[in-house]
Nanobody, 117 residues
Framework: VQLQASGGGLVQAGGSLRLSCKAP???????????MGWYRQAPGKQRELVAD???????NYADFVKGRFTISRDNSRKTVSLQMNSLKPDDSAVYYC?????????WGQGTLVTVSS
């Protein structure tokens, strides 16, 4: 397993969660060179990009999370995090960590986020 996601859970609408993705067995130079991202997939829907962050720490967010979610990376710990605030029931999904460079990419196992109304 290249990527290990954690931090999901059940939270009420308006609450917060922080997801973490670790890559303990990934070569450090590979982690540092890859774009790290979070995707999500709700039941019956396609997987969609939530946010990603480049090696230079440029960030990109889906419109539906702008202003609420923040992605960050710690290269020394080979970790990427997603701080999720002001959660909505529509944010309920399995969240997946992704690491990619060019045509090579890795996926984590997913962590379930459930937001109750």
């Amino acid at each position: 397993v290249q990527l290990q996601a954690s931090g999901g859970g059940l939270v009420q609408a308006g609450g917060s969660l922080r997801l973490s993705c670790k890559a303990p067995r990934m070569i450090t130079s590979t982690f540092n060179s890859n774009v790290m991202g979070w995707y999500r997939q709700a039941p019956g829907k396609q997987r969609e990009l939530v946010a990603d962050i480049t090696p230079s720490r440029a960030t990109n967010y889906a419109d539906f999370v702008k202003g609420r979610f923040t992605i960050s990376r710690d290269n020394s710990r080979k970790t990427v995090s997603l701080q999720m605030n002001s959660l909505k029931p529509d944010d309920s999904a399995v969240y997946y960590c992704n690491s990619k460079r060019g045509t090579t990419e890795y996926w984590g196992q997913g962590t379930l986020v459930t937001v109750s109304s």
